[in-house]
């Protein structure tokens, strides 16, 4: 058996921030609006630290102003929720991201409530998840891993997946239900499994093209996967360490070396779609930009 593609995250990632930067351009120069985004973290837990620093970064590659407001742990709710209403006034930010999780003692639902659907670059608000359940894709932010994975499935098998049968592993509200959602908008026949669902290899072997988003290391295996089928792994799982080791090694929710052996394409982890999720927060926060100028928001 031929091995599958080996999906390059890196290249895809960079051809969407290329042309994110090219539009961000134009935009400065058509029309003065230089796209802002405002990356608000709170507390110090070191695994959110990172991700923040690699936002505010890749925005400041493709040449967005970035905001970066590191609050306290202990920052009340009533303090964050004026922050973001504060953001929302702001004409020099046109995308708004908190990241999760917040402490316990503030509630993520009524910040992401606060947060205007017209800057809620996350697609995280209930006015976009509404937009995105109508089919509404070209109004609604749509979560940025689920929108980059969805682009590694078009470039594989183009726009339209008529006739094909996708299933979506993990059922959560950031993978899972938006993932669902754009393969349905692209005409696949979508059924969502989780943890509960009878006999998952057998509903994950139905699959042509199959996304794996539950959290659990390796779970899925070469025998699971129907012969051709594409296979987007969202998982990000740290296995323990091995002798000797302080880290442990980074890896999906597919066993990738199985994987290989029996599908058409498959996305590795690390090197996958964690590396889309980053490009897409920048495409949004382009799309708002445009739109706040008057502009029709380029697609990606
Ligand atoms: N925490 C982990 N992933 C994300 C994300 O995509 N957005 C936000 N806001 N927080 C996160």
């Not at 779970?219 to 594409?230: E, Q, S, Y």
């Amino acid at each position: 058996m031929a091995a599958a593609v080996r999906i390059d995250g890196k290249a895809a990632a960079a051809a969407v921030l290329g042309r994110v930067a090219e539009e961000a351009a134009r935009l400065v120069a058509e029309a003065g609006v230089v796209p802002g985004l405002a990356v608000v973290i709170v507390g110090e837990d070191p695994a959110s630290q990172v991700y923040v620093a690699s936002k505010a970064k890749r925005a400041e590659e493709c040449g967005f102003r970035s905001f970066r407001h590191a609050l306290p742990a202990e920052t009340s709710e009533a303090d964050l929720l004026a922050l973001v209403a504060r953001l929302n006034a702001d004409p020099a930010v046109h995308g708004i991201l908190v990241q999760l999780p917040l402490p316990r003692h503030i509630s993520d639902a009524a910040v992401i409530r606060a947060i205007d659907p017209d800057k809620d670059v996350d697609g995280f608000h209930p006015v976009n998840v509404g937009r995105l359940a109508a089919g509404q894709t070209a109004e609604a932010f749509v979560p940025c891993t689920p929108a980059g994975a969805m682009i590694m499935v078009r470039d594989i098998l183009g726009s339209d997946l008529s006739g094909l049968e996708a299933v979506v592993v993990g059922r959560s509200n950031i993978v899972g239900k938006p993932m669902a959602q754009l393969l349905l908008a692209a005409n696949a026949t979508v059924t969502i499994a989780h943890s509960r669902t009878k006999d998952l290899p057998a509903v994950c072997r139905r699959a042509d093209v199959l996304v794996a988003a539950v959290g659990r290391p390796e779970m899925i295996r070469g025998d699971w996967i129907k012969p051709g089928a594409v296979v987007i792994d969202v998982g990000i799982n740290r296995l323990p360490p091995e002798a000797g080791a302080s880290k442990g090694r980074l890896v999906g929710d597919v066993a990738f070396d199985e994987a290989m052996t029996v599908a058409r394409a498959v996305t590795p982890v690390p090197g996958g779609v964690g590396l889309m999720t980053v490009a897409l927060l920048m495409g949004n926060t382009l799309r708002s930009a445009a739109r706040a100028a008057g502009r029709e928001p380029p697609a990606f």
